[in-house]
């Protein structure tokens, strides 16, 4: 089904947009693209937060699960493929072939790209969180493309 | 499905992000947003072209079929309401609701910004079309909201 990739070409071409037009090719100006990148990925988690079914989450827990297979299978078709937590309000989410890294596995870019392809999901996922009513800080790391981790860090109000 | 809201909200975020970043908010900076849309909407038409099941193509019009009904269907799972021809070279798109003019319809938006939710498309058209092997000038028009008109053009090589 092309509506499937549909999504990824258009956040790839997002990605190359932002970059071509920041004005400072350095460290300052790629912080403002994945500034704009997780921002951008926020909205669309608020927005996708409302239209996901949902049920009633008993327990912290319960809403990362709820990340890692309604909104993955939504948003990549698939389940994340692993869940940890410290039980203190750390949970460390792992794709171990992340769909918008694989063009990068293939050799297509470079490992030092790799924030630009995982920051509009930290947005995504810290917008969903809100969504359901959870403040959160959400960072990404790669070790080994196209395997990925988001840690999740559930703010207390 | 949310995969089905996600190309949209990613879209509406564009849009409205190219807008907030130009410079210039006159129309000489709205010229260049569209042209932004319009080029990143071709670049996903391309690799949409290559990625739809292609059957052969006997007459140029059976390429404009595809369009309204295959590409149509993969982005935004309708097809095209009707297809209209003069026989050299000219055709007209009409879609009755398009989902990008929708939130417009609804009382979001205002017409005057009609052709910000249409550049994307356009080169989506385009693009796809120069994947098939076809040059052509696509350009778009709205009467009512949220119906809207897409001209092809073919360009004879």
Redesign the interface.
């Known amino acids: 089904?092309?509506?499937?990739?549909?999504?990824e070409?258009?956040?790839a071409?997002?990605v190359a947009?932002l970059g071509a037009?920041d004005p400072d090719p350095g460290p300052g100006g790629q912080k403002r693209s994945l500034s704009?990148l997780e921002g951008?990925g926020f909205?669309?988690g608020q927005?996708?937060g409302e239209?996901?079914p949902r049920e009633t989450f008993r327990e912290e827990l319960d809403v990362l699960k709820f990340l890692c297979r309604d909104?993955w299978v939504?948003?990549f078709?698939k389940q994340m493929d692993g869940l940890c937590t410290n039980h203190q309000g750390t949970y460390v989410l792992q794709d171990n072939s992340f769909p918008l890294l694989i063009p990068m596995a293939l050799g297509l870019q470079y490992l030092e790209d790799a924030p630009k392809f995982l920051a509009f999901t930290c947005g995504l996922l810290r917008g969903t969180l809100r969504t359901l009513g959870f403040q959160s800080l959400v960072t990404s790391s790669v070790a080994t493309l196209p395997a990925c981790k988001f840690q999740v860090e559930i703010r207390k109000s």
């Not at 089904?1 to 999504?7: E, I, K, S, T």
């Open positions: 089904m092309a509506d499937v990739v549909l999504f070409f258009l956040h071409e997002m947009e037009r704009v951008t909205r669309v927005a996708l239209r996901l909104l939504a948003v078709q």
